[in-house]
């Protein structure tokens, strides 16, 4: 089943964003959160820092970072939507700080 189209699709048609898009991912080619992580891997989008949530100056003007698919799809919407990642250290443990079990220490 596709993925529901954000009601700010539009948006990422324009010219300007593709543009922006391709340079910020000619810049930044490698992903970001995988970096951190100490893994190389090729980025394949551009990512809002801060979400833009259909405000155009900000969508057009705001930071932007390099992730690819999974971390965007998956690891980036975590953050949005819980406030913390659900990775697992070696330990068996939650890395992120901000995960609850971790805010309960």
């Known amino acids: 089943m596709p993925e529901q189209q954000s009601r700010w699709h539009h948006l990422y048609c324009t010219r300007i964003w593709r543009k922006r898009s391709a340079y910020q991912r000619r810049i ?4 970001q959160m995988c970096l951190d992580k100490g ?4 980025g394949d989008v551009a990512d809002h820092v801060v979400p ?3 405000d155009e100056q900000l969508f057009y003007f705001g930071k932007l970072v390099t992730l690819c698919n999974p971390c965007h799809s998956s690891t ?3 953050l949005e939507n819980k406030g913390y990642i659900d990775d697992i250290g070696a330990d068996g443990w939650p890395v992120d700080p901000m995960h609850p ?3 309960a220490k």
């Open 76 to 78: 980036k919407r975590q």
């Open 39 to 42: 893994i190389v891997t090729v």
């Open 101 to 103: 079990a971790n805010r």
């Open 28 to 31: 930044q080619p490698l992903c």
């Open 52 to 54: 833009h949530h259909g």
